[in-house]
Each structure stands twice: as C-alpha cells, then as structure tokens.
C-alpha cells in the first residue's frame, strides 16, 4: 500500500510538471535564449489583451533575412507579400489575440485526476468496508426491525404527529 | 435653548447647485477625439510614444473612433512598423467585446487609410482564426 502510494505521487509530479508555466516559457523563447529573457529588471516581452504593443519586440536579435524584411518595411507596405507581413507580425509579437483568448484543456485532466483519487478512495472505503468492519449489530436485523416496530406500534409512539400516527389501528395497516 | 425653525435631517438635503459633486469641466467625446488625434499627428511620434498612446486607449473603456485609429495607424507608418498596424486592430477587435457590429464599421470608415497604405486586417492575414 505504502509503495503504491509514492509511485502515485511520483507519477502525479511527473505528470503536471510539462503543464507548468516555465517550461512553456522557456521553449516559447527559445529564440531569446540570453539570460535577460527573465531579468525582471530589464522590459520583457508580454503577451497583454489589454497592451497590445509590449514593451520590447518578441524577437530582437534578427538574423539577415529578417534584417532585409525589415529593410523592407520601411518601403511602401502595398509591395509586402502576406507572407512577409505575417513574417513582420510574427517578428514583434508571439501570439495573435485569438491566441491569446484560446483556453486549455487543462480542465479535462483536472477533473480527470479528481475522478480518479475520488475513485481511488471509494475503493479503500469498500475494501474497509469488506475487510475491516464486523458484522452489522443484530438489532438491525429484519427479525429484531419486524417486532420492534410491532411494540412501538402496540405502545403507540408518536400518536399525535409521529410514528404511531401514521398507523392505521381500524384497518391494521399503515396509513 | 432656542426654539429651532428648521427640523433637522440627517442628510440635509442641498439644492442641485450646491451638490456634493466635483466641480472639474468635464471633457466631451469630441474634446476627447481631438486629443488622442493631435497625440497620434504628432510628425516626428517615437515609438515609445505610441506604445504608450495605444495601451492607454486601449486600456479606457471604450473603442477608439476611427479617426483616432487613422491618426495612431499613420503614425505606424511614419514608424515604419507594420506589426503595430495590424496589432492595433486587433486590439480594437478584441476591445469591442461582444458588440461584434464595431470592429466592421471601423474597417469600413478606415479602408480608405488600409488601402492607402497597405495595412492588411488580421482577417486577410488569417490571423482572426486559430
């Protein structure tokens, strides 16, 4: 039992550890890989529905082709291809604001995970239930219910609003 | 102990001129409009400049007139910054909420700067979709 459990938690850091926030920001500015991508004390980058310019472009060190791209922006934008104003847009900004509303399916495996440890207990329950628990006292027994309810019936309990109440004593039967 | 002429309240109650409110001119949406246009005409506008226009309009509640956008969309082009261009329109999108009959009129009053300078929407670059 014991050894199952730390292979759970094993699995389970495993397992949320891809959906964390720093390794998606590592690998998103793969192409800023100098160590100033998370100084706080210099502008960063940020993908804000309320800023739409950030502070600093997504991509600063530009390698030739982009460097000619941009000697091109400075051009008259009706001789830009599509393709180059996407390149152009890709350049200063990460993601689209589509993007950026786009949610996960994180919820999917959360409530997964919570299914499953809610099942997980359910089993220890039944398993306690079987292997644990003794026998149920024999006053609940179907014999003992029968004539305790027939004395409660004969001693009238309740007689006004409860029990005894609801028992027919013309008729012998409940009402 | 003089005999009072007045009953008292507990919130007097005041002529409307003599209201508790702040006696600071208001700004009419035209005054307004005005403002952001010279802010955006500026010839010689920095970058900084308008990064900074922009994330404050965007960040009042309401969508910028159109003239307002032409203004900070030409200052793009005097900044050679195409990626701005698109930027703010799709901020403008976005700011429209659920309202979806802005963002067309806006594209329609403005076409004429787009095609002018050849900015294309985030819809023509397929950028409005995942």
Redesign the interface.
Known sequence: MLTSRALLRGLKSGFWRPLSSTSSVQAAHGKDMSPDVLDPSVPQYNNR???????V?FVRNLNSEQRQLKEK??G?????T?EE??A??R???EL????M??GSSEWKTVLGGVFIFLGFSGMLVWWQRIFVFGEVPHTLSDEWVEKQTQRMIDMRVNPVGGFAYHWDYVKKQWK | MQASTETVFLYPPTPLSARCYSHAKVETDEEFDARWVTYFSKPDIDAWE??KG??TL??YDLVPEPKILDSALRAC?RL?????A???L??V??KSGPHKDIYPYLIQELQPTLTE????T?E???????
């Not at chain 1, 689209?96 to 993007?99: A, D, G, H, R």
């Not at chain 2, 050679?80 to 701005?84: C, F, K, T």
């Not at chain 2, 300078?117 to 294309?120: C, D, E, K, P, V």
């Open positions: 529905l309320d800023t739409p310019l950030s502070d472009p922006e400075k008259p934008w009706t001789k830009l599509k104003k996407i152009l847009y350049l200063t900004h689209t604001y589509p993007e509303r786009r | 308008l990064k922009m994330n965007i960040g082009r050679n910054d195409l990626a701005s698109i930027r703010i799709e901020a999108k976005d300078l050849g900015i294309s985030p023509d670059l397929g950028m409005d979709i995942l």
